[in-house]
């Protein structure tokens, strides 16, 4: 019932981002929480980190932006680390625009990701865009 309960919700929830995709609304990713994932189920989540985005300094701050990539890439790796030792598989990173790790993960571990030092924030991949290979 619970299960049925929660799934309902995620479908609900995955409807409306659909609709308001389609129209040209920005769409937010939800945050992660009890109520919109069931908890045995693996989910992808934007796993968002405090250090800021490259983005944040201007193009021509040339040093600056290399001493904010190298403590990026620094925390992303310390993060990611302890998302391995909890069993999460990285799937992606992101700098430029933002300062975050895509993983999936079990849901039911959604609160201990949350609490690893340096996490602000735990958002559902709801959107993905792939580049062909060819």
Do not use: C, Y
């Not at 934007?46 to 925390?75: G, H, I, N």
């Not at 571990?109 to 735990?122: C, Q, T």
Request: hydrophobic share 50%; no cysteine; charged share 15%.
């Amino acid at each position: 019932m619970i299960v049925s309960i929660a799934l309902n919700l995620l479908l609900a929830a995955l409807a409306f981002s659909a609709s308001a995709h389609a129209s040209g609304a920005p769409v937010v990713p939800a945050p992660v929480n009890a109520s919109n994932v069931v908890s045995n189920q693996i989910v992808e989540v934007w796993v968002v980190l405090s250090e800021p985005a490259l983005a944040s300094l201007p193009p021509d701050a040339k040093e600056e932006r290399a001493a904010l990539r190298e403590r990026v890439v620094k925390q992303q790796n310390v993060v990611m680390t302890q998302l391995t030792a909890l069993g999460a598989t990285e799937s992606g990173r992101i700098q430029h625009t933002s300062n975050a790790i895509a993983v999936s993960v079990p849901a039911a571990l959604i609160e201990s990701v949350k609490k690893i030092d340096g996490v602000i924030a735990v958002r559902l991949v709801n959107q993905r865009n792939q580049v062909d290979a060819r």
